[in-house]
């Protein structure tokens, strides 16, 4: 039997005794999205949260919880602040806080929740979509572990710690230091200004409980192969026994395929040892493409004995990405073997009313369905991990991704050149933070490499937060070699010693040299043995009444009066970034999808309710500049 339980509204309880009953609001009196009107603790993301690996038995435990805030070293309170309302972090406004957390606090959040009856005799699986960054969890006064991490999924099975009926006790204790120097944080200070935002704190993607058997699949990862026309899947199943065997049935999907509803035609299955890959051909496959985001549907199952034990749904795509020289022996990015200039915008991925999180589902696809709109084919997100939902969309919608890694600190005192090779100099980070970086992008590379959509992994941009760059791209390219990697956004490029009789070839680090320059398109250095790009230019800023974060502050890297000069100097920069197309430039980045606090330069305003030039005019620009590389 399948059930589906979309929202469960916490018993409101405090922390130790009773706390009287509060409504809940949004705080503060920033601009908001029109999305924010549709947010209520009863209707609050009820959306499935991990549409590559959907199940019938779960429960969404977004809504209003118990939340208090301590010192640090402080035990357990004996009372609640207040109601926060999940997954909002403390720092927004549908939070119903909108406080300050800092490094000497300590956040604290309890809810309840009943098993639904139907589950007995599974396992119950908690999940945490996502919480900034240290969460220390407990079931019923059980403790479950400690996650750390602000980007990343994780799970504590906490069967073991349920009371056999009744409610039972969630209980999250959450440490952020922000901007201290050791974890990932991208654009979140403790102090925001200019290209600096406010920080973000506790738990800002969805909590939710899942049903599963003794034995389950726990997670894949899957490699398209577009020669043969064939997927390959590893799989992992937690509980396996000998004998076990896990099935992959293709599905026949479409453009704007729904992986929930698993609906579609099987075209190819095939089955293995539960542990060894799984190879799928397809016959006639169709690629996926931005012109074509044609998705199949995937249904994996884990059989004992002929009997089904588990079984999940998903979906992946056919695409390949890799570089390609044109005639003249100049690098390009190849999709599907055929070369192709990415054009989009940087995505900071900030919200005036949720910060880190997008008040709504709509809100998520919105920002990826209008960069489709603006006639581009690429979205750069920028040091900034999204919401497994926010890649769906990109896949669905045929947005090609460039994935940054946060980054865990700013200069820091170590020199930036934007010139030529080997000029630069490393953060002075500590063994911690290095330490800390390769766990966090290691995870973050396996949360979303079944993603078709990216193509490039970034881990660098503009000097900050980068050390040992050679060692960090080889580490990226252990972790997947599938994709290009862009060695380090905006520069301090490196190459390798060249000793031991090694080529010109073998001393390159990565597959990307990536210039940023504002506001007109300029490439400051050129290597044809690379793929060259222009990781960010533009920033023309508008700043309109009445949608600003703030009165004042407010900056783009040029500003204008209205949305036509806006156009005539987009239109002005697109010629220019055509002129650098024809001498090699491969793929371009425009600041940015959306003004962003003080920030002014977006397309759109910060609440999204203004896109400041023509639309469609917007879109034929953008297309002509595409177009304008030929294959």
Known sequence: MRIRIASLLAVS?????????????????????????????????????????????????????????????????????????????????????????????????????????????????????????????????????????????????????????????????????????????????????????????????????????????????VVSDIAEGSVCLDVDVCGAKAGDKVKVAVIGGGVGYDPEKGAGPVVAETAAAAGEPIKVVIPGAVLWSPDCPYLYGLKITLERGG???????????????????????????????????????????????????????????????????????????????????????????????????????????????????????????????????????????????????IVVWVPFNEAWAQFNTAAAVDFTREQDPTRLINMASGGNWYTRKRENGMTRDESKIGDIIDCHHYPEPWMNFWDFDMINVLGEYGGIGLPLKGHLWQSDRNWGYVQYKDGEEVLKEYTNFAGQLKALIGYGCAAAVYTQTTDVEGEVNGLMTYDRKVIKMDEARLHDVNQDVIASLKD
């Open 307 to 453: 009997r089904t034990v588990d079984e999940v749904l998903g979906y992946t795509a056919l695409r390949k990405i890799s570089a390609k020289k044109d005639a003249d022996g100049r690098k390009r990015m190849a999709l599907n073997d055929r070369s192709l200039f990415q054009f989009g915008p940087l995505d900071q991925g900030w919200w005036p009313d949720g910060l880190y999180t997008a008040p709504t589902d709509e809100a998520l696809e919105f920002d990826v369905i209008k960069t489709r709109d603006f006639g581009y084919n690429m979205i750069r997100k920028h040091i900034k991990v999204e919401p497994s939902r926010w890649y769906y969309y990109c896949d669905k919608y045929g947005i090609l991704v460039w994935q940054d890694m946060p980054s865990f600190c700013d200069h820091d005192g170590n020199r930036w050149d934007t010139w030529t090779y080997n000029r630069g100099e490393d953060v002075r980070a500590s063994r911690a933070a290095k330490d800390n970086y390769y766990k966090e992008w290691k995870e973050i590379i396996a949360q979303l490499n079944k993603f078709q959509c």
């Open 13 to 221: 309880l405090a922390f130790s005794g009773i706390l009287s009953a509060q409504d809940w609001s949004p705080a503060g009196d920033h601009i908001r999205t029109k999305w924010a009107e549709e947010v209520s603790p009863s209707n609050v993301l009820p959306e499935y949260p991990r549409p590559q690996l959907v199940r019938g038995n779960w429960l969404n435990l977004n809504g209003l919880w118990d939340y208090a805030i301590t010192g640090k070293g402080e035990a357990r309170p004996s009372r609640a602040d207040g109601k926060i309302l999940v997954p909002f972090c403390v720092e927004s406004s549908l939070s119903g806080v909108g406080r300050t957390f800092t490094d000497n606090d300590a956040l604290w959040y309890r809810t309840t929740f009943r098993v639904p009856s139907q589950w007995k005799g599974k396992k119950v699986i908690l999940n945490f979509e996502a919480v900034d960054w240290s969460a220390q969890v407990w079931v019923n006064g059980k403790e479950m572990g400690t996650h750390t991490g602000g980007y990343t999924h994780f799970s504590y099975d906490i069967t073991s710690a349920l009371g056999k009926s009744g409610v039972q006790e969630l209980v999250v204790k959450v440490l952020d230091g922000t901007d201290n120097d050791i974890q990932p944080r991208g654009k979140q200070v403790s102090n925001p200004s200019g290209i600096w935002y406010t920080a973000v704190s506790g738990i800002w993607q969805t909590v939710w409980l899942e049903a599963v058997p003794e034995a389950y699949v726990a997670d894949y990862n």
